[in-house]
């Protein structure tokens, strides 16, 4: 048998982390960048409330709603029903209108900064975007000058009842019908 002494132990080597801090070097700023620049493209929505309930000692504030359907926007209060219907045409004068609308109630309403967009199922993702850039800020013309007015920046989504203007049968009298037959 062979005895290792002091010659027989090998000597740790050191590890080579050169390669790992130029990864580092490079990848760090990257990521903070891209963490500001990816900041700058969130658009933050406030959802209700599931447990929000009036109080009946607060008065009733503006719940400003805009349904957005195939055919129409509905602007409307939560508490006092429909406000002003624009009949959605394709053209300028529809976003005129939509926005001249818009400021006149935010001028009534000054404090007011919220807004709820209900949306049927059918409506497209560029509408809903369009719509929500109009609903937070409107150009005003003033004198020679055009400013720009914040309207409604708090917006939140949600669904919309759909309305059907085809009046159906129940089907139990639709059944009968064919019985009879």
Do not use: C, H
Request: proline share 4%; no cysteine; net charge negative.
């Amino acid at each position: 048998m062979k005895r290792r002494g002091m010659k027989g132990i090998a000597q740790a080597e050191e590890l080579n982390i050169t390669a790992f801090l130029n990864l580092m070097v490079i990848l760090v700023p990257f990521l903070l960048i891209t963490a500001v620049f990816s900041r700058l493209t969130i658009l933050e929505l406030n959802l209700p409330a599931l447990d929000a309930k009036n109080d009946a000692s607060e008065p009733i504030k503006l719940q400003l709603e805009l349904v957005i359907r195939d055919k129409s926007f509905d602007i409307q209060d939560a508490n006092l029903g429909m406000i002003k219907r624009i009949e959605r045409s394709g053209s300028d004068n529809q976003w005129k209108q939509f926005s001249d609308a818009m400021v006149a109630i935010k001028v009534r309403f000054p404090d007011e900064t919220g807004i709820t967009l209900l949306l049927e199922p059918a409506i497209e993702y560029k509408t809903m975007i369009t719509v929500m850039d109009k609903v937070r800020i409107a150009q005003v013309v003033s004198g020679f000058d055009v400013e720009t007015v914040v309207l409604f920046p708090n917006i939140s989504i949600g669904d919309a009842e759909i309305l059907s203007d085809v009046v159906t049968e129940p089907i139990e009298s639709s059944i009968a019908i064919e019985k009879e037959k």
